[in-house]
């Protein structure tokens, strides 16, 4: 009997296997429509992709490449001899810069940085060739400058375009070029990691992309590229607690560089509006029980610039701005960006708080003096406006 059982155990065994090996090996019926969904639900494989789904920037690089160049800021030393009458040559700084055509006939958008100081600045292009540039105008407000080479007889350069700044979004891709360290035409890709980056303490007008491409000493005034090869920033600054890149670069944003390249271009220099007021940084909270303690946002006076719009109008130390035309303003360095972008002459309303009572004022904004903001009194923790 134990054998019949274990004989009839086996085969009833062998059967269930057997139905199970089916089950699982055969196709299913709805396997088509599995499939058509599975691919519905699966992102398209973009325009000059990698099978795997990565990106490929060759076509880009090939195509833009032409138009960047390296930017050597070359200053005259003297050398006395002990005879004769003391020579004088051209010294080429270890730090040298790039920058970008920006129309076919010769300019070139750079940053201040790179060109300022120099008795002569040389401009290297793609194919090696050499030019003398001359600075057509230059905006240290913005580290942005302007530079002209004359095209050899029936040539014209090859110029990149910006890209519409409403496009931007975070996590897209970015490409640096430039020469860090001398390396000219380096290329390097990261993705954009913030927008309309302010405070950062580099320049005075602020509007900065931030990405995470490898950007050092060099890159200073290349191109930020979309994947289409269109200009999203010029690249300026990194943050180096270390002394090196550590992924966080920033560029000058193109609602910013647009507008000053077009205006050097025509009128060969940026006239910047004032207050005349010294601001708080946004992370100084007032404490409860001090003057418009009851205001969270806005911007603080530190303090009044003798002569200036704000003296003549009035406004103390304390005072907190909280609108400008109508519009709140979240702290000091939004006040001053959309006061910089403003031309001397125009009339501004301001919302004030003062001991906690709103006021009203109107203010025409003058013309700034030449390098305000580093001649006048510095104060630890302020913001010049």
């Not at 089916?22 to 599995?34: G, I, N, Q, S, V």
């Not at 931007?168 to 890709?189: D, M």
């Not at 009035?314 to 400008?324: E, S, T, W």
Request: charged share 20%; aromatic share 8%; hydrophobic share 40%.
């Amino acid at each position: 009997m134990k054998s019949v059982f274990n004989t009839l155990f086996a085969v009833l065994a062998g059967a269930c296997a057997a139905l199970l090996v089916l089950k699982y090996a055969a196709p299913p019926t709805d396997a088509p429509e599995f499939q058509t969904q599975m691919r519905s639900y699966a992102p398209p494989p973009s325009s000059g992709s990698h099978p795997g789904g990565l990106p490929d920037f060759t076509g880009t690089i090939a195509r833009v490449m032409p138009a960047v160049v390296r930017i050597s800021n070359q200053r005259i030393v003297s050398s006395r001899r002990s005879w004769g009458r003391p020579a004088q040559y051209y010294e080429v700084p270890a730090g040298q810069g790039s920058g970008f055509f920006i129309r076919e006939d010769g300019y070139i958008l750079t940053n201040y940085h790179v060109a300022s100081g120099a008795n002569a600045l040389l401009v290297t292009d793609h194919e090696g060739r050499e030019y003398h540039a001359e600075i057509v105008g230059a905006d240290p407000t913005s580290d942005l400058a302007v530079l002209k080479i004359e095209p050899p007889r029936g040539r014209r350069f090859m110029a990149l375009t910006f890209a519409n700044p409403e496009s931007l979004a975070l996590g897209q891709w970015t490409i640096a070029i430039g020469a860090p360290f001398n390396l000219e035409h380096s290329v390097t890709a990261g993705i954009i990691s913030g927008l309309e980056r302010s405070g950062v303490g580099a320049n005075l007008y602020e509007n900065y992309i931030q990405t995470d491409a490898s950007i050092n000493p060099g890159n200073s005034g290349g191109p930020l590229l979309n994947v289409d090869g269109d200009v999203i920033g010029v690249s300026d600054c990194i943050l180096a607690p270390t002394g090196g890149s550590i992924g966080i670069a920033f560029a000058v944003s193109t609602q910013i560089a647009k507008t000053v390249a077009d205006t050097l271009i025509e009128h060969g220099e940026i006239v910047r509006p004032w207050l005349g007021i010294m601001g708080a940084r946004p992370a100084e909270v007032r404490a409860p029980g001090e003057e418009n303690d009851a205001v969270q946002r806005g911007a603080t006076i530190r303090m009044i610039i003798d002569g200036s719009p704000a003296y003549r109008l009035g406004l103390r130390q304390g005072d907190v701005i909280v609108k400008l035309n109508g519009a709140d303003i979240t702290d000091t360095y939004e006040l001053r960006n959309r006061i910089l972008s403003m031309d001397p002459g125009t009339v501004v309303k301001l919302s004030v708080m003062r001991r906690n009572v709103l006021h009203e004022a109107e203010i025409t904004l003058e013309r700034a003096p030449a390098d305000w903001f580093r001649i006048i009194p510095q104060i630890e923790y302020a913001i010049p406006l």
